[in-house]
């Protein structure tokens, strides 16, 4: 089976731009002095957001490619812990991490070696499809509050 056309379509979904914004933009030029206010009581800043991303993004592929993996806490585990104020040194080694990781999801996704539809052999019931579209689905989500919550702080070009 010919299966170029699914990995091309998961690569652009995982890259995001087309039906919801992607991490490049969603993470360019975050004023510093806005990374870590939250807009309104109850709501994430756009540091809880990045970090939550890549917790979950980070868990989801080392689950899928390290069987000795073990996944933080849920839900607690997934969320960062509060800070007084966001490093550049901490937003860089963030945003870094997500997308090294978003890269090595992608080569998962274009690696031919692998059927996308296989169980992993330590997952379950999990396949290397179900969890890339899981960081898909789950980046995507998150991108969207990420970029509302700088468009609450008015930190969103026009």
């Not at 056309?5 to 002095?33: I, M």
């Not at 090294?100 to 031919?112: P, Q």
């Amino acid at each position: 089976m010919n299966d170029s056309v699914l990995r091309e379509n998961l690569v652009e979904l995982l890259r995001g731009g087309h039906a919801h914004v992607a991490a490049e933009k969603a993470l360019a030029d975050v004023k510093p002095e806005l990374r870590n206010k939250r807009p309104a009581e109850g709501l994430h800043s756009v540091w809880e957001e990045l970090e939550h991303l890549r917790i979950a993004q980070e868990d989801i592929l080392l689950y899928t490619i390290d069987e000795s993996w073990k996944s933080p806490e849920f839900p607690k585990g997934y969320w960062p812990a509060k800070v007084e104020s966001v490093t550049d040194e901490m937003w860089s080694a963030s945003v870094k991490d997500f997308f090294d990781d978003l890269e090595e999801l992608i080569r998962l996704a274009e690696n031919t070696e692998i059927d996308l539809t296989a169980k992993i052999p330590h997952g379950e019931w999990r396949t290397y499809l179900g969890q890339i579209l899981l960081t898909a689905d789950h980046n995507a989500y998150h991108l969207g509050q990420l970029v509302q919550t700088r468009k609450t702080l008015g930190d969103w070009p026009e």
